[in-house]
């Protein structure tokens, strides 16, 4: 920030950016180093690069948005931290803000997309001894509107993206408990709202957040619990064990519960036991696995950021600590082997550590290669293998039969048995397994024959779940 391009320069990087955003690649990570490079090259002229960056997130290509809205919010970032820049920031966020707005609330935009938004409004807070290195600031106005307008979207919570939102809040209120009420009093409808995720929602929010907690809290968390009427029931078993000694006689429950999931999805039980050993500590001594992250947790990291955004000097002295070094560095290890794209979380993470190694004084380097050689020796290679394969069609019929479940379309016994039918051809066809544009086509107008509100709906889902689809997914015809 400290350096001033004149306007020559300050041309030729307007021009750069824009080309730099030109159909880039896909990132190894987010923002991608040649983005957050050329940024710094602005200096304290850093906002004239925000009208680009929002330009291009009217680019219907994914790889596009996602590398101009990370750029965007890092800029924020950068712009928030200086002192001298902080009125910039907020001018920059009021341009972007008719954009972010609509990406944060829209049930149609990628997760990931939706996520990065999120980061806009709520930056995660780094800690330091306890303390937040950069404190946040009271929320203002606008920005709790568009918060409140995320949280009141009804998109069945599709990749956990209000429960997120609900996590930053939670991380902010704990620096400014007087933010939570606006926002507590507008979900309190919600508590006895007649859609099941509205009141998990609400009840999972009511538990995370300062403040006091109306009985119809832990009533609608026990309900879930024993109903599984959601794919995110664990959810409940968290917000119980966020309740404390209000919640202390559901531990029952919540045994019952990782009883019956133990063979689901990794996380349904885990939660539940998890939130038991919190109500009721003496329970840890059965659950070593449940103890040992639970201790982690009261550590020194018991403010978790993402790893993108710790602080290199931090993450050297931490290694070199003989208590906490050993249990930062697992869970870098773990965010790699959990992580949906372990590749790029490996890059990222090297990448983190490779710049904390540079800066570290000769006697904190040897904690920082111990964890540098104990990433690089994490196999990802068949992860990314799986996460290179083609789009199988038989998945994109599947998405569109889970799409009528407890649906009331009127032509949802055709359209079940029509999508049961493709989906064993294309099983059976190997030659036919994977998406082309022409594959695509035939499937798409099949189901647009039988109802072409429902192949709309389908067609957004389908770019939800796999956005680099719309790379080769012809166009919809008007």
């Known amino acids: 920030m400290a350096r001033t391009p004149d306007s020559a320069e300050l041309e030729d990087l307007k021009r750069e950016l824009r080309a730099l955003l030109q159909n880039p690649p896909a990132g190894k990570g987010y923002p991608p180093p040649e983005l957050t490079r050329l940024l710094a090259k602005f200096g304290d002229q850093l906002h004239e690069a925000a009208p680009i960056l929002i330009e291009a997130l009217g680019v219907q290509d994914h790889e596009t948005r996602a590398w101009a809205l990370s750029g965007l919010t890092h800029a ?10 902080e009125d910039r920031s907020s001018q920059v966020f009021a341009l972007a803000r008719p954009a972010l707005s609509k990406i944060l609330a829209s049930p149609d935009e990628p997760a990931w997309l939706r996520l990065l938004a999120v980061h806009a409004y709520l930056a995660p807070i780094i800690y330091k001894n306890g303390a937040p290195v950069d404190p946040p600031v009271p929320l203002s106005a606008e920005r709790t509107e568009d918060l409140l307008a995320a949280l009141r979207t009804r998109d069945k919570l599709v990749g956990g993206i209000r429960y997120l939102t609900v996590g930053r809040l939670a991380e902010h209120f704990g620096q400014y408990p007087e933010d939570a009420a606006t926002f507590m009093s507008a979900l309190q409808p919600l508590l006895s709202d007649s859609n099941s995720h509205e009141r998990l929602l609400a009840a999972y929010a009511f538990a995370s957040w300062p403040g006091e907690k109306p009985p119809a809290v832990k009533d609608v968390l026990l309900a879930e619990l024993k109903a599984r009427t959601t794919v995110h029931s664990y959810i409940a078993a968290q917000g119980l064990g966020k309740l404390g000694a209000q919640a202390a006689d559901a531990v029952p429950e919540l045994l019952a519960y990782a009883e019956a999931t133990k063979g689901w999805t990794a996380g349904y039980a885990e939660s539940a036991l998890e939130a038991a050993c919190r109500l009721q500590p003496e329970l840890r001594a059965q659950y070593p ?16 950021t993402e790893t993108q955004i710790y602080q290199p000097v931090d993450v050297a002295n931490t290694l070199a600590d003989p208590e906490r070094g050993p249990a930062l560095r697992e869970t870098f290890i773990a965010s790699i082997k959990n992580s949906q794209e372990p590749e790029r ?134």
């Open 76 to 85: 924020l970032d950068l712009l928030r931290r200086s002192p001298d820049l």
């Open 289 to 304: 696995a449940i103890d040992a992250k639970l201790k982690q947790e009261e550590g020194a990291f018991n403010h978790p």
């Open 345 to 478: 979380s490996k890059a990222s993470l090297v990448s983190l550590l490779e710049e904390a190694l540079a800066q570290a004084p000769e006697s904190r380097r040897a904690g920082v290669q111990i964890a540098i050689d104990a990433v690089r020796q994490i196999d990802t290679s068949i992860k990314a293998k799986e996460a290179e394969r083609p789009v199988a069609m038989a998945s994109l019929a599947l998405d569109a039969r889970v799409m009528l479940v407890d649906s009331d379309n009127p032509n949802r016994d055709k359209l079940e048995s029509t999508l049961n039918e493709l989906q064993m051809q294309y099983l059976q066809k190997a030659g036919d397994a994977n998406v082309t544009p022409e594959r695509f086509r035939v499937l798409s107008e099949t189901i647009r024959g039988i109802d072409p509100a429902f192949q709309s709906a389908w067609r957004k889902q389908v770019l939800q779940n796999y956005p680099w689809l719309d790379r080769i997914l012809p166009q919809e015809k008007e």
